[in-house]
């Protein structure tokens, strides 16, 4: 398929950030052309002098063409559990709730839920997920058929899988295609054994690879590890190898000086969740500390349970708004360095180089905001627009690895929604939730 | 024009609030019936046991209807502002930014602003206001040209304008036409003298009326007053005898225990605007202990320049997130609570009992949410799903006094959207707002 936008307002996220009026072309996954239209030649040439067949041309009307956005912390199939366990502690709410009925879902069940989580995502002009959860090969399966760009990371713990299920997932889930990848992960300090710990080293020495986990989320969960270790979750992952290679951790609320420090020497890369830090009561990251000492700082709108949807939009204002909040200082965490996070940073924690802006040659992973909306106008400032304004109803179409799989409304990932809906209103009659 | 909706889920948001599945007939602007549909034929025997003739009947597909939420304290025409002052401290984002630009605007200009508001208004599913600005006037008639349900609030302060004016607007404003009303109000008591308070008090004792004020937005603004009179905002308004009638004040985020007082001594309202005081680095507003008191809290946006959007699903999650948040407790300020204060309380703020919720007799101000949607499933719990996932993409339909004024993405107010964003465009052009 190749795709010319004509007529296009295009922020494509690299520096220095400003906006192009002009065309951008898409030729299979990738981005041919991104520019003002007056230097075309180059991409003819590319093509042996011959002019691009188009499958389709979009008139953009004016409206915004701008990188994907990239949701860097999620558990997709917790879509069962939105609006199911609400209003009760962190801990509470894992292990009354979430745990019983996790343990009860089947690998069909998952790829069902994962398909619902997808349709949410293409919304709200979400292009890639870093996921974490249970049956990794349904969601591969789920991810992939819709269309959709997944980094998955392992979420195991002392309740399973094995270690060497791990390294077998680790194997085989990487490289089957294009759109998916699985790396090195755990599900949080609290929930593995030291000796599982110090095998996740091993195992990133093995591969060099970067490892994520959930990472300083509650302030009980810091303090139950300085009691059972002497030390922060994070200084205690550095000391037993675990970021020797990379990665970085989710939500990283409750942060104290020598975890910046660690943060800054591994290269890791934060990852803040906050509609779902106010939902559980977790608390404010710091994220203009981390702005401050140059760590990257990705967004990721967590699962379905704990947040309860999946818009990025929301997310973006929380980041800057609970900015403000916390330091007293309205001019904090601005609009710019928001957007950046949502897709940049997002991309760099997935490990995707090719992602991260519309540059030639890059991922066609793109979306279109609607700037004929009344949030967007007047038009002063579109990145403060879409960062303090935006919302899911602006985003007109999303694009992945060349594909429109969304747009004006409508959904093309190869399943009727309705048949999803279906599927996961039955599970949820079958598990018997209510709420 | 007479409306049924049929094979629609009904929140009437009337107590105990349950979930109806069944028929809504508007006829005019009112409700004629809400039920299951078996007891069609007492509405008939009103209407000398005719059939009554349908203009459009429309297929809900299961979709919800519940009551048009109201945004109970707003700024419309400061759309002009929106991503034009950000990231400064309120009382510099005010007296640099706001006041220099206020004071070039033209009646005509807040005309076409207002509109601008009032497509976005509708976007959100926003059936009524709570505006305060400049030019009432031209303000009433760009609501009422458009169709929205307003209640104006006067904003006098020591810049203006006289009290003579401020009466004669109470007088001429009122009883126009069934949309809009206009209430006493004062902008703050920063921006007043303690005659003007005074005469406002006399104001409200002549027509035995309630007041509504900004109070208490920020620490600084408290501070201040205590230094000048000795005592809180909503003391010294309580001491002056504005508040005699009622009323309330629009933030409430600073609050002490003289302060719950008088709001339950006097049955005041309290409008919570979380988006704004985030932005602003006001604070977060105490709404768990309001709940407590059985003081009744309604939300609004603010104004587009602070906020920057006009969108009630947003403040929602705010208005909970916040609460669990400042508690420490995930458990505080549940789902149906929110959705009461963001349709039923908003309605009281404005003095509007027949817009409180879907009752026959009613005013016909209502919304269709699209359950249709992923973020809307599984359908677990309605209610929550709003409260905790719902963005704008969820609105199908709003209808104002029995008109469709918003369905399925287009407007139906009189005026080309396109129109309007030009006027509005040409206006940020001519006082040269930049960003």
Chains 1, 2 share one sequence.
């Not at 004509?6 to 520096?15: D, G």
């Not at 299920?165 to 949080?188: I, T, V, W």
């Not at 992952?237 to 910046?260: P, T």
């Not at 800057?320 to 330091?327: P, V």
Request: include cysteine; charge should be negative; proline fraction near 4%.
């Amino acid at each position: 398929m190749n795709t010319r936008f004509y007529n296009a307002k295009i922020l494509t996220m690299e520096e220095p950030i400003k906006i192009i009026e002009g065309e951008l072309w898409v030729g299979g996954s990738a981005i041919l052309y991104v520019g003002d239209g007056t230097d075309k030649e180059r991409v003819y040439e590319k093509n042996g002098n011959q002019p691009i067949i188009w499958d389709e041309e979009i008139d953009c009307r004016g409206n915004l063409l701008m990188p994907g956005f990239k949701d860097a912390h999620t558990h997709s199939a917790m879509t069962l559990l939105r609006s199911y366990a609400d209003d009760m502690p962190l801990q509470d709410w894992l292990n009354k709730q979430v745990f019983p009925v996790e343990a009860k879902l089947e690998s069909e069940d998952i790829y069902h839920l994962t398909k619902l989580a997808v349709l949410e995502y293409l919304t709200s002009g979400i292009t890639g997920v870093m996921e974490m959860y249970l049956e990794p090969r349904a969601i591969q399966e789920a991810f992939t058929e819709c269309g959709m760009r997944n980094a998955q990371v392992s979420g195991i713990n002392k309740f399973g899988p094995s270690l060497e299920e791990l390294e077998n997932r680790y194997l085989s889930l990487n490289g089957q295609n294009e759109l998916s990848s699985f790396m090195l992960g755990f599900h949080a300090e609290y929930t593995c054994s030291k000796e599982l710990l110090q095998d996740i080293a091993a195992m990133a020495h093995k591969y060099k690879a970067p490892v994520f986990t959930h990472n300083a989320e509650t302030a009980l969960e810091v303090e139950e590890c300085k009691e059972r270790y002497g030390v922060t979750p994070t200084v205690l992952f550095d000391r037993l190898g675990i970021y020797d290679f990379g990665g970085g951790g989710y939500h990283c609320v409750h942060m104290c000086d020598d975890d910046f420090e660690v943060f800054k020497k591994r290269n890791l890369i934060a990852v803040t969740n906050p509609a779902s830090n106010l939902k559980l009561a977790s608390g404010i990251a710091p994220i203009s500390r981390y702005l401050q000492e140059g760590i990257p700082v990705a967004i990721g709108t967590d699962g379905p349970a704990s947040n309860n949807c999946l818009d990025m939009f929301r997310e973006m204002f929380l980041v800057t708004g609970l900015a403000k909040y916390r330091d007293g200082d309205a001019s904090s965490t601005n609009a710019l360095e928001v957007l950046k996070m949502a897709t940049v940073n997002g991309a760099k924690a997935m490990g995707w180089k090719d992602c991260e802006t519309l540059a030639e040659g890059s991922k066609a992973d793109l979306i279109m905001i609607d700037l004929h909306q009344p949030n967007m106008q007047p038009l002063h400032n579109i990145p403060k627009n879409i960062v303090y304004a935006g919302s899911k109803q602006n985003v007109k179409l999303t694009m992945i690895n060349g594909k429109i799989l969304y747009e004006n409304g409508n959904f093309h990932i190869g399943t009727d929604p309705e048949e999803i809906y279906e599927k996961c209103n039955a599970i949820s009659k079958r598990l018997q939730l209510e709420a």
